[in-house]
């Protein structure tokens, strides 16, 4: 993901660039639009919003379908603020095209959830629409789709959709009013229709679209006030479940064409390495196969089956050139990060108070964690499905940027964009494998078609080549050092850690510490790694929590009172642990074997608590039996939704927490498949509650907060059953016992 400060630093270095404006949606825009997604019966009165004869609004969302429910969401935003009935409500996926790029998001990373000043919304809201569409982020790439960060209701609902559908109804009245020849502070709107009160006339707003394309659409129409919501707030029937239920959503693997030739690779074991040579003739005349494609890193073979090119890939004995990194292994990144750690080059990122020179004025407590490699494991793994002809390309693949991707690809074929089609299709799955910096799958598919041209070419990664190629999670490691008072609290916190990019924000504590440090030391390997279920807050949500509990446990007193005593002046994260801590029954005495560990960490502008409970049998085996969660999130939109986004992360950061784990050896990952990269089965799945906590805070993210904390509550269950403290995961690799 895009942190704050990369988009920062594309807001400066472009900034001679920029185009600003005072219209948010002018009309250019939006005819454009109707070229490109309107048809006879439906047109766009702003962006993302369309409008048919019968009434029907569709809302056009600018981001990808990963299961996570935001269609749904996004529409109920929209719903309320043009006063629609439900039943009238509709979403699509917005097209690959540049006047669809997606501002809102932009503008919420850069702004980190803040908002301006009211006379420079439109100024705002321009500049960042400018700058999805035309300019690359750093080290990032092209992101005018992006999905990931938690942010499509909190910066594409907020920012975009909700506004987009408030200046709809505007002009809808404006249109209304001017037939009628009467003031729109006369006319209301209810159930899709426009109301002049005192006559009780009505127009439909279907009857009203014409006339609504000649109002510039405001950038700061009046919003609705959360008494008057009639969806948000509400749990609503998804509109994608039961299509995915009875099996007709089509997915990038779905996708078939006439002619159509299947794909499978066989990539360098070694990242970075290079393909030396490779004979084909132990699968030539087999049934079935068509071409062997050799690539700089990799050899491709295309057959009229998918398991004919996979088994034939199989038989190939390819020479790879590993370059400087055939020897490296996971000791010996490990045995890198502590000499950095012990070495000159840690930069400072934060420092309050009298910062490590308080280390001297208390009881010293100091630990080291580590947590390893992950892979993403989606269900469905990588594809995707290209055609080369005529000089002009076609894809059909599933990531989390339509349009970005789609630029991608055009680069990739060294083709302008206009001579790319990009089909963004739901996917299985992706927790950040998907998004931008991370499609070596796209890659590979678009060099493949073009070495084959004129045949539509179905690329599909096998589960092992989608383990061992992926863009990892960090493999981290932290240091830690505190200074404890008379009374065990802490005078001074001391944390310098490992990072593949800068500093990482979610290092900073929310506890009230008066002497402060935190620094950061980039250790570079050449193990690619990228975004991951909340990304740092995944890594430093363990850290952090784990370090907490070590010193209420130091300073002899309960880990749940110790934080609140460090929250005082924090009422909101103060009030999320309370109601974690009551609903779970903290402090009530548990059996034999059987503990409880808690963990708190904001990540996405949400607050998240869990308690966990767990069992330890006789064997040290461990089982999770219960998981009590508390969110404060500010508002939430569909309660169900965000519910089942917090289970998912509870159940995805169990897994990796329990199990997951990937380790290099000769410069090559280990693991394969779900054999040895382990994930959680339905039989180990804990009893789960969530409790929501809506407050006047900041609108926070849904789908990625669940998981910073669910591996310190785990672990800190654990050392509370066993008083074994485990500081470097997963907890496979531990001997327990009671």
């Known amino acids: 993901m895009p942190t704050r400060r990369t988009v920062l630093l594309g807001v400066s270095g472009a900034a001679g660039a920029l185009v600003v404006g005072y219209a948010l949606w002018p009309n250019g825009r939006i005819a454009a639009a109707d070229r490109i997604d309107g048809t006879a019966d439906d047109k ?9 004869h019968d009434d029907t609004i569709t809302v056009v969302v600018p981001h990808c379908d990963m299961g996570t429910g935001t269609f749904t969401s996004l529409s109920q935003m929209a719903a309320d603020e043009l006063d629609s009935d439900w039943d009238k409500i509709r979403a699509e996926q917005a097209p690959s095209e540049v006047v669809f790029a997606n501002g809102a998001m932009i503008e919420g990373f850069a702004l980190d959830g803040k908002t301006v000043p009211p006379f420079l919304t439109g100024v705002a809201a321009n500049t960042f629409r400018f700058m999805a569409a035309n300019l690359p982020i750093p080290g990032v790439g092209y992101v005018p789709q992006i999905t990931g960060g938690s942010a499509a209701i909190r910066f594409t609902g907020m920012n975009a959709i909700r506004v987009a559908a408030a200046a709809a109804r505007e002009i809808l009245v404006k249109a209304a009013a001017a037939r009628w020849n009467v003031s729109p502070d006369d006319c209301i709107t209810k159930s899709n229709r426009v109301i002049h009160t005192a006559s009780g006339k009505s127009f439909g707003y279907g009857e009203l679209t014409t006339e609504a394309a000649n109002y510039d659409p405001s950038s700061r129409p009046r919003l609705k006030d959360k008494a008057n919501y009639a969806y948000i707030g509400k749990p609503v029937q998804r509109f994608d479940i039961p299509r995915k239920v009875n099996g007709t959503t089509n997915y990038g693997l779905d996708v078939k064409h006439p002619g159509m030739l299947y794909a499978a690779i066989k990539i360098s074991p070694v990242f970075g390495g290079k393909l030396k040579s490779v004979d084909d003739s132990v699968i030539k005349g087999q049934r079935g196969i068509k071409h062997v494609v050799k690539l700089d890193d990799a050899v491709v073979v295309v057959a009229d089956r998918f398991w004919r090119a996979r088994d034939a890939a199989d038989a190939l004995s390819p020479v790879f050139d590993p370059g400087a990194n055939g020897k490296v292994t996971s000791a010996s990144i490990t045995a890198r990060r502590t000499a950095a750690l012990n070495g000159s080059d840690v930069k400072s990122d934060v420092k309050t108070g009298n910062g490590a020179d308080a280390l001297k004025t208390g009881k010293l407590v100091e630990a080291t964690y580590q947590v390893p490699y992950l892979a993403h494991s989606p ?149 690619p790694t990228g975004a991951w279920r909340s990304v740092e807050a995944s890594w430093h949500g363990f850290f952090v929590e784990s370090f907490v509990d070590e010193l209420a446990h130091a300073a002899g007193k309960d880990p749940f009172e110790y934080r609140r005593a460090l929250l005082k002046d924090t009422p909101r994260h103060l009030a999320t642990l309370n109601l974690a801590a009551e609903k779970a029954g903290w402090g009530t005495p548990l ?99 969530i409790h929501i906590r809506e407050d006047d805070g900041p609108v926070g993210g849904g789908g990625e907060p669940g998981v910073p904390p669910i591996a310190p509550a785990l672990t800190n269950a654990i050392f509370a059953a066993t008083g074994v403290r485990i500081r470097e995961l997963p907890v496979k690799n531990h001997a327990l016992k009671v």
């Open 379 to 527: 269900m469905e793994p990588m594809n995707a499905t290209v055609i080369y002809k005529d000089g002009e390309l076609e894809v059909w693949s599933g990531t989390q940027d339509g349009l970005g991707a789609r630029d991608f690809c055009a680069k990739a074929a060294n083709l302008p964009l206009e001579k790319v089609k990009f089909h963004l299709m739901p996917m299985g799955g992706g927790f950040g494998r998907r998004l931008p910096g991370q499609w070596n799958y796209l890659t590979y598919a678009v060099q493949t078609a073009m070495a084959v041209p004129g045949v539509p070419i179905k690329l599909i990664f096998t589960r092992e080549q989608d383990t061992q190629h992926d863009f990892y999670r960090p493999n981290v490691m932290s240091r830690f050092r505190a200074a404890l008072d008379g009374n065990g609290m802490p005078v001074a916190w001391v944390n310098d850690y490992t990072t593949d990019d800068g500093p990482n924000p979610q290092a900073h504590i929310v506890y009230d510490i008066p002497n402060q440090a935190v620094g950061a030391v980039k250790v570079q390997t050449h193990v």
């Open 591 to 689: 059996g034999a074997g059987r503990a409880r560990g808690v963990a708190m960490v904001e990540s996405f502008q949400s607050i998240v608590v869990h308690v966990v409970e767990i069992t330890i049998d006789q064997k040290g085996a461990v089982k999770v039996d219960r998981v009590v969660s508390a969110a404060g999130c500010g508002m939430v939109v569909n309660p169900d939704g965000f519910k089942a986004q917090i289970e998912g992360a509870i159940l995805f950061g169990l897994s990796a927490a329990l199990k997951g784990e990937i380790t290099l050896d000769n410069g090559a990952v280990m693991q394969s498949n779900f054999n040895d990269y382990e994930i959680l089965r339905i039989a180990d799945c804990p009893k789960i509650e």
């Open 44 to 52: 766009f009165v702003t962006n993302w919003i369309k409008v048919a």
